[in-house]
């Protein structure tokens, strides 16, 4: 069950979304309040500007023990994200080194364990911000998830520039929406990561726009032969009457229950 949280916000709540589903907690972190404003830059994160934030996060995954999927500022390289390096600020704070950076701060204290100055310090970053000498191990699943091209398409917003590295990436994937349903893109942007050997995640599907059962069924075949795919996450959307809403897309609905039941 995914929920959209943002550094420094609450997420007790989602925890309980997903308890309420019987369902692991899968959070999409960003920057930005619910009215859009930025509550804190890239660099400022790898400066450790919400550790505190990060470790009370990582306390509460590990006391519940059992894995907590983190999909970190995804569509990076999408210019409507606050935090891509082409979004609306374009400076040094928002660059893609600024945002490999605070990625990889994220991920070791979200992971936690002995060794987080240690391993802070190794990454040439202030040791850990918070009122705390050593954090809990905490099962944390941390995907990567860019759209297959940029937007804008050029060479300096490509995935690959914040790929922040192998040891700090759980799961590498992508989103995908039949309204623009790039497979072409999808496949060479399948063989680019390929070679990571994580599995493959597709953060965001779902049909918008019109009904296409087609589109579902192809999706489904593709992933079938992609060996690395092992998650799909069809996004409802927070609006109970939303574009994403299978109920209006009822043969996609059926063709995806029957896809679901054959396995």
Same mark, same amino acid.
């Given at each position: 069950?995914?929920?959209?949280?943002?550094?420094?916000?609450?997420? +007790?709540?989602?925890?309980? /979304?997903?308890? =309420?589903? $019987?369902?692991?907690?899968?959070?999409?972190?960003?920057?930005?309040?619910? =009215?859009?404003?930025?509550?804190?830059?890239?660099?400022?994160?790898?400066?450790?500007?919400?550790?505190?934030? /990060?470790?009370?996060?990582?306390?509460?995954?590990?006391?519940?023990?059992?894995?907590?999927?983190?999909?970190?500022?995804?569509?990076?390289?999408?210019?409507? +994200?606050?935090?891509?390096? %082409?979004?609306?600020? $374009?400076?040094?704070? $928002?660059?893609? =080194?600024?945002?490999?950076?605070?990625?990889?701060?994220?991920?070791?204290?979200?992971?936690?364990?002995?060794?987080?100055?240690?391993?802070?310090?190794?990454?040439?970053?202030?040791?850990?911000?918070?009122?705390?000498?050593?954090?809990?191990?905490?099962?944390?699943?941390?995907?990567?998830?860019?759209?297959?091209?940029?937007?804008?398409?050029? &060479?300096? #917003? *490509? &995935?690959?520039? %914040?790929?922040?590295?192998?040891?700090?990436?759980?799961?590498?994937?992508?989103?995908?929406?039949?309204?623009?349903? +790039?497979?072409?893109?999808?496949?060479?942007?399948?063989?680019?990561?390929?070679?990571?050997?994580?599995?493959?995640?597709?953060?965001?599907?779902?049909?918008?726009?019109?009904?296409?059962?087609?589109?579902?069924?192809?999706?489904? =075949?593709?992933?079938?032969?992609? &060996?690395?795919?092992?998650?799909?996450?069809? #996004?409802?959307?927070?609006?109970?009457?939303?574009?994403?809403?299978?109920? $209006? %897309?009822?043969?996609?609905?059926?063709?995806?229950? *029957? /896809?679901?039941? #054959?396995?």
């Amino acid at each position: 069950m995914q929920s959209f949280v943002a550094y420094n916000g609450s997420t +007790n709540w989602a925890f309980e /979304l997903a308890d =309420s589903a $019987h369902a692991r907690v899968m959070l999409h972190i960003g920057t930005t309040s619910p =009215s859009g404003a930025e509550r804190v830059t890239p660099a400022a994160i790898a400066r450790g500007a919400v550790d505190g934030w /990060l470790a009370d996060l990582n306390r509460t995954i590990a006391a519940r023990g059992e894995p907590a999927y983190i999909r970190l500022m995804a569509e990076m390289n999408c210019h409507w +994200n606050v935090y891509s390096a %082409y979004g609306a600020k $374009h400076d040094r704070a $928002h660059s893609t =080194s600024a945002y490999k950076a605070a990625w990889r701060r994220t991920t070791v204290i979200l992971r936690g364990g002995p060794d987080v100055d240690v391993q802070l310090q190794a990454l040439h970053q202030p040791p850990l911000q918070a009122r705390a000498t050593e954090l809990p191990e905490a099962q944390v699943a941390m995907q990567w998830v860019p759209q297959v091209a940029g937007a804008p398409d050029v &060479p300096g #917003n *490509r &995935p690959l520039a %914040y790929w922040p590295g192998a040891r700090y990436v759980d799961w590498v994937g992508t989103d995908f929406y039949s309204k623009f349903a +790039n497979f072409s893109g999808l496949e060479r942007f399948y063989a680019s990561v390929r070679g990571f050997g994580k599995p493959f995640v597709f953060g965001e599907w779902a049909v918008w726009g019109a009904d296409d059962p087609g589109f579902v069924t192809r999706l489904f =075949s593709w992933t079938r032969a992609h &060996p690395l795919v092992r998650m799909l996450v069809y #996004n409802q959307g927070k609006q109970s009457d939303g574009p994403f809403r299978l109920r $209006h %897309y009822p043969r996609s609905a059926q063709v995806l229950r *029957r /896809l679901l039941r #054959n396995g």
